[in-house]
């Protein structure tokens, strides 16, 4: 069984940064496709970026050039670095563990508690 814990949600100003972390006890780290998914109060859980074991990102379009995910295995730690904040961006994070490429909530099969991000205008 795999237990994630995300950590580093926040309040933030527009334009400003934060960076979300997610590691991971349990199961083979390396071995994993890990994702960030979001969702907001009414609106579906959306996958934001996802990343393969081997290290090769898919960004999600509205993230692309401001997010940038990576992961070290040596952790067991996958990081989301976002800048360039918009208020749109406010929503509960969610890190996810998978054995597949997929881009929806159902690839993945371990999830963590979620951190709120809120970005103010």
């Known amino acids: 069984q795999v237990q994630l814990v995300e950590s580093g949600g926040g309040l933030v100003q527009a334009g400003g940064s934060l960076r979300l972390s997610c590691t991971a006890s349990g199961g083979t780290f390396s071995s994993y496709t890990m994702a960030w998914f979001r969702q907001s109060p009414g609106n579906e859980r959306d996958v934001v970026v996802r990343?393969?074991?081997?290290?090769?990102?898919v960004y999600e379009e509205s993230v692309k050039g401001r997010f940038t995910i990576s992961r070290d295995n040596d952790r067991n730690t996958v990081y989301l670095q976002m800048g360039s904040l918009k208020p749109e961006d406010t929503a509960v994070y969610y890190c996810?563990?998978?054995?597949?490429?997929?881009?929806?909530?159902?690839?993945?099969?371990?999830w963590g508690q979620g951190t709120q991000v809120t970005v103010s205008s």
């Open positions: 996810a563990a998978g054995t597949t490429f997929g881009s929806t909530p159902g690839s993945y099969d371990y």
């Open positions: 990343i393969s074991w081997r290290g090769i990102p």
